[in-house]
């Protein structure tokens, strides 16, 4: 199965209505930085949080590098929503300069 797919740069740093970045990371790489305004739901945790995507809804899928996301991309695709994996997830975002917030007090955002 093909996974659709787009460029870090291709996806807009402030998001339209209607289009969602989904963070699939776990909460550690979440908390060390994620991109202002995604939505975080781990890749671990998916099937049980369906109901917490909000309806009619494009979903852009990121998790570190792209592995996790392809997967998760294909798995909303085939159930129904539309998602678009992000090549080369938040490692690219943060190399290409791209807007990072953290939640670990005191320290700087970064991708782990």
Same mark, same amino acid.
């Given at each position: 199965?093909?996974? @659709?797919?787009? #460029?870090?740069?291709?996806?807009?740093? &402030? *998001? +339209?209505?209607?289009?969602?970045?989904?963070? /699939?990371?776990? $909460?550690?790489?979440?908390?060390?930085?994620?991109?202002?305004?995604?939505?975080?739901? @781990?890749?671990? #945790?998916?099937?049980?949080?369906?109901? &917490? *995507? +909000?309806?009619?809804?494009?979903?852009?899928? /990121?998790?570190? $590098?792209?592995?996790?996301?392809?997967?998760?991309?294909?798995?909303?695709?085939?159930?129904?929503?539309?998602?678009?994996?992000?090549?080369?997830?938040?490692?690219?975002?943060?190399?290409?300069?791209?807007?990072?917030?953290?939640?670990?007090?005191?320290?700087?955002?970064?991708?782990?």
């Amino acid at each position: 199965m093909t996974v @659709p797919s787009v #460029e870090v740069s291709e996806v807009p740093v &402030d *998001l +339209p209505a209607g289009k969602v970045l989904l963070d /699939v990371r776990e $909460a550690d790489e979440w908390a060390a930085g994620h991109a202002p305004g995604a939505l975080h739901i @781990p890749m671990s #945790e998916l099937a049980g949080r369906l109901g &917490d *995507l +909000p309806g009619d809804s494009e979903f852009y899928v /990121v998790c570190r $590098a792209g592995g996790r996301s392809a997967r998760v991309t294909q798995y909303l695709n085939a159930n129904g929503w539309d998602a678009t994996n992000v090549d080369g997830g938040m490692q690219v975002w943060a190399a290409t300069g791209r807007p990072l917030v953290g939640e670990v007090d005191g320290a700087e955002p970064e991708v782990i």
